[in-house]
Nanobody, 119 residues
Framework: QVQLVESGGGLVQPGGSLRLSCAAS????????MGWYRQAPGEQRELVAS???????EYADSVKGRFTISRDNAKKTVSLQMNSLSPEDTAVYYC?????????????WGQGTQVTVSS
């Protein structure tokens, strides 16, 4: 089992920055993909950014050049640095770990942290 605890959300003005962090406990291996998703009211949950143990990253087009995902394999943490935030970034952000064990995928989710971008 994997448990994920997020921190760092809050209220920020347009153009501002926030840093989200997620600490994992349990069995995390370097080939597990860690990432961040978000869900705005009335919208589907969407991938924001992901990173594998080798450091390969993937970003949603809407955040490229503004957000940076990073990972510390030894500490089992994943972070999301968010710059140049806009009201369209307002959502609940969820930490995610995607594991494959014996050919079976499992997704673990954090409880979510609210990010609100407003003046």
């Amino acid at each position: 089992q994997v448990q994920l605890v997020e921190s760092g959300g809050g209220l920020v003005q347009p153009g501002g920055s926030l840093r989200l962090s997620c600490a994992a406990s349990g069995s995390i291996f370097n080939n597990d993909v860690m990432g961040w998703y978000r869900q705005a009211p009335g919208e589907q949950r969407e991938l924001v950014a992901s990173i594998n143990g080798g450091g390969t990253t993937e970003y949603a087009d809407s955040v490229k050049g503004r957000f940076t995902i990073s990972r510390d394999n030894a500490k089992k943490t994943v972070s999301l640095q968010m710059n140049s935030l806009s009201p369209e970034d307002t959502a609940v952000y969820y930490c995610n770990v995607n594991q494959w064990r014996w050919g079976i995928p499992t997704n673990y989710w954090g409880q979510g942290t609210q990010v609100t971008v407003s003046s």
